[in-house]
């Protein structure tokens, strides 16, 4: 019963250095998101990917790619990470992106803590 | 353009007491809402969610909120706290059209005193 899984938990990166995060998701779930959560400022939208095949910019996009592999897998790319990247970021999903209706709940991973020095 | 407010980031309450969680939405159409729990080092859990049906709602762990449209909240309540509640507790709101995207507030950490 994994449900949302995401990969690393930990990593602490160099200034300027690239990284992936992976997510995957058993739920089969249309959509896909990935947020990142900062002490006193909720957690914030990155990207998301309504279905396969599309990705959207959220609130905070600067700094990231992201890529819907397929409808399993949905990964967060920093192509040269900043000290502000610092983060818990969180990979989510639900069965579809149309209003969040009943049933279509929003499930989210562990977290991956990122430290960026 | 949809936004939460969650007054304070702290609350502190007595086991056995009422918890009260306060939060108020901006939408301009009638949304979704819904609250969140974190506990340390983990992700979020939903507790409720409001969809248009019955006002009050209830939830998991003896949680309720009400939606009040006059008042645009959705206050999250538990009449008697317990040790096992204190974590962070987020309010969403998501609009109801197609591609609608959950809005977070800031988050309220919730401590419980014996």
């Known amino acids: 019963n994994a449900g949302v899984t995401q990969t690393p938990k930990f990593q602490v990166l160099k200034t300027g250095q690239s990284m992936t995060l992976q997510c995957a998701q058993d739920?089969?779930?249309?959509?896909m998101y990935w947020y990142r959560q900062d002490p006193g400022m909720g957690l914030r939208l990155i990207y998301y990917?309504?279905?396969?095949?599309?990705?959207d910019k959220g609130e905070v996009p600067n700094g990231y790619n992201v890529s819907r592999l397929n409808k399993r897998e949905f990964s967060l790319r920093l192509e040269s990470a900043a000290p502000s990247q610092t983060s818990v970021y969180f990979c989510?999903?639900?069965?579809?992106?149309?209003?969040?209706?009943?049933?279509?709940?929003?499930?989210f991973g562990e977290g991956s803590w990122l430290t960026v020095v | 353009a949809q936004s939460v407010t969650q007054l304070g980031s702290h609350v502190s309450v007595s086991e056995g007491a009422l918890v009260l969680l306060r939060c108020n939405y901006s939408?301009?159409?009638?949304?979704?809402l819904f609250w969140y729990v974190q506990y340390p080092n983990q992700g979020l859990q939903l507790l409720l969610k409001?969809?248009?049906?019955?006002?009050l709602v209830k939830g998991i762990n003896g949680f309720e909120a009400e939606f009040k449209k006059s008042e645009t909240s959705f206050h999250l309540t538990k009449p008697s706290a317990h040790m096992s509640d204190a974590a962070e507790y987020f309010c969403?709101?998501?609009?109801?059209?197609?591609?609608?995207?959950?809005?977070f507030g800031k988050g309220i950490t919730l401590s419980v005193r014996p």
């Open positions: 989510a999903s639900s069965f579809n992106a149309r209003g969040l209706r009943d049933g279509n709940t929003i499930y």
């Open positions: 739920m089969n779930h249309n959509s």
């Open positions: 990917s309504a279905s396969e095949g599309t990705t």
């Open positions: 939408s301009s159409v009638p949304p979704y």
């Open positions: 409001y969809t248009s049906a019955a006002t």
């Open positions: 969403a709101v998501s609009e109801t059209g197609a591609n609608s995207k959950l809005t």
